[in-house]
C-alpha cells in the first residue's frame, strides 16, 4: 500500500506548466476517511434543525447573533 511521506491523506503532484499546474488526490489513507467522514455529515443534515436551535439559545443567553449554517452547497 502506498502512502504519501508523514503518512498524509492528501497526494499533491505539481505540473511543470505555464502557469504551474498541480493535483490533488486522496492516498489510501485518506480514502479510509471517505465512509467516516460521510456519516458525519449525514448526521449533521439528520440534526441540522437541533444543530440551529442549540447555536440560537447558545446566542441568545450570550446576547450574540446567529448566522445558520450555509446548506445550499
Known amino acids: ?9 492528501v497526494r ?4 511543470p506548466t505555464v502557469p504551474p499546474g498541480v ?14 467522514v460521510s456519516a ?3 448526521w449533521a443534515v439528520r440534526h441540522e434543525e ?4 442549540a447555536r440560537s439559545r447558545h446566542a441568545a443567553a450570550r ?3 446567529v448566522t445558520p449554517a450555509d446548506t445550499t452547497t
Open 23 to 36: 493535483e490533488y488526490s486522496l492516498t489510501p489513507l485518506g480514502r479510509s476517511l471517505l465512509e467516516p
Open 12 to 15: 499533491r503532484r505539481v505540473h
Open 40 to 42: 458525519l455529515a449525514d
Open 63 to 65: 446576547d450574540t447573533p
Open 50 to 53: 437541533e444543530i440551529n436551535e
Open 1 to 9: 500500500m502506498f502512502f504519501e511521506p508523514g503518512g498524509r491523506p
